[in-house]
């Protein structure tokens, strides 16, 4: 199946520092990637949509300007979580399926777990 | 929205028993739905996707079922093994391939 890779795989930083996330589409093309977090014992919850060329849609009561998303190109999409506080800390996946249109496999990277001091 | 229910929350079981873990989605109008495992503090590994137009897939000792219109899907393993133990977690593909997520079955399978 399709990889899809996340870089760092653990972070630990400061409180009120800027944190990137990258997702990669290793082998394919990617227009459309995921970006999901996890609270500890928890499910995942879909934060938004990342759109190749344009602005990502984010789900309701997830803020837009903390958690920054750029997909500039057909295989990388961004997440920078701004200003981080502790309460962001969490583990974030991506996802992204490797075909056009709706009902393909979703493809998820390994994760980041954030670590906010 | 779609909501997902995963039931039981955890389960715990012998080496070798059959088992069954449950999902249920309110909205019955789904592309596909997923089955993943997660072990603890790494990410998902999909198990088995199923189409709506499907009924079943099948992997090895696992069988994922699928009832669209009942909003019902279950995960079968045979013979279950110790390195079966993981978090299972469904996953609903509603909305243009948002994916919406239960809450899990933590698995223990006891040697």
């Known amino acids: 199946g399709a990889v899809v890779s996340q870089h760092p795989s653990r972070v630990i930083c400061k409180s009120g520092t800027s944190v990137k996330i990258e997702c990669r589409s290793l082998d394919f093309q990617a227009t459309t990637m995921f970006w999901y977090r996890q609270f500890p014992k928890k499910s995942l919850m879909l934060m938004a949509t990342s759109n190749e060329g344009s602005k990502a849609t984010y789900e309701q009561g997830v803020e837009k300007d903390k958690f920054l998303i750029n997909h500039a190109s057909l295989t990388l999409s961004t997440l920078t979580v701004t200003s981080a506080h502790p309460e962001d800390s969490s583990f974030y996946i991506c996802?992204?399926?490797?075909?056009?249109?709706?009902?393909?496999?979703?493809?998820f990277g390994p994760g980041t777990r954030l670590t906010v001091l | 929205k779609q909501e997902v229910t995963q039931i039981p929350a955890a389960l715990s079981v012998p080496e070798g028993e059959n088992l069954v873990l449950n999902c249920s989605f309110t909205?019955?109008?789904?592309?596909?739905l997923q089955w993943f495992r997660q072990d603890p503090g790494k990410g998902l590994t999909s198990l088995l996707l199923i189409q709506s137009s499907q009924r079943e897939q099948t992997s090895g000792r696992l069988n994922a079922s699928l009832d669209k219109s009942s909003g019902r899907s279950t995960l079968y393993i045979a013979a279950s093994q110790p390195g079966d133990s993981a978090t299972y977690l469904c996953a609903v593909n509603s909305n243009f391939n948002k994916f919406y997520f239960g809450s899990g079955t933590k698995l223990n399978v006891k040697p």
């Open positions: 909205d019955s109008a789904i592309y596909n």
């Open positions: 996802s992204a399926n490797d075909g056009a249109g709706v009902g393909n496999e979703q493809f």
